[in-house]
């Protein structure tokens, strides 16, 4: 592994917070070492795929962020007197929208990972090769999508409950809810930063999955 290739996983391993699985980055690197033909995916998946989930993500928290500020404006009352309540800015119906809209950007990621990966597992593992077509690319997704349907919830439920503590903290400092809101651009969950660490942590995943 080159100096440069090193410092970019210990980079990525510290800024993950403590809750996250690291083994999926680990794993990965362990793999790519044995088999020439997986760094190649892992490189292609590096590359071609990931700055597009990137993108992806950013637009969704920017989005994400844009909503919950202007609700907080609307009901600024309740939140300034509920400041733990986030079914106004944030209900059930809304985890459901956005658990959907995330999951279809990661799904696709992972479908996309299956079909560069399935090729350079055929090649990598001879023994257990199988016929390379779409029945083999679905079996890849299946099996990814099955691991990892519980992190696209995770995703969200922790940008939920960062933004209620944000909010909470705000109102405990003296802040209004409209400075609140207004802060929301620079809030660490809806981040460039996270945005990359999640797309970078799914394709990992994908490609370990």
């Known amino acids: 592994m080159d100096e440069q290739r090193k410092d970019r996983i210990k980079e990525m391993l510290n800024t993950m917070p403590p809750e996250w699985d690291k083994r999926p980055i680990l794993l990965a690197e362990e793999r790519s070492r044995q088999h020439p033909s997986l760094l190649v995916a892992r490189r292609t998946a590096f590359e071609r795929l990931l700055p597009a989930l990137r993108v992806k993500v950013r637009d969704l928290f920017a989005e994400q962020g844009r909503e919950i500020a202007a609700r907080l404006r609307q009901f600024a009352g309740h939140v300034t007197a509920n400041p733990q309540d986030s079914a106004v800015w944030w209900s059930p119906k809304d985890g459901t929208r956005w658990n959907e809209r995330l999951g279809n950007a990661i799904r696709g990621h992972y479908s996309a990972i299956a079909a560069t ?76 930063g996270r945005a990359e660490l999640i797309a970078r942590t799914e394709t990992m995943f994908g490609y370990n999955a």
């Open 117 to 192: 990966v399935g090729p350079a597992i055929r090649e990598a593992l001879p023994q257990k090769a199988e016929p390379f077509d779409e029945a083999y690319i679905d079996r890849i997704i299946g099996r990814i999508l099955i691991l990892g349907g519980g992190r696209i919830t995770d995703i969200n439920e922790t940008t939920r409950a960062d933004v209620q503590r944000f909010v909470a903290e705000g109102i405990a400092q003296g802040l209004t809810v409209t400075d609140i809101a207004n802060n929301l651009e620079d809030f660490v969950g809806f981040s460039e």
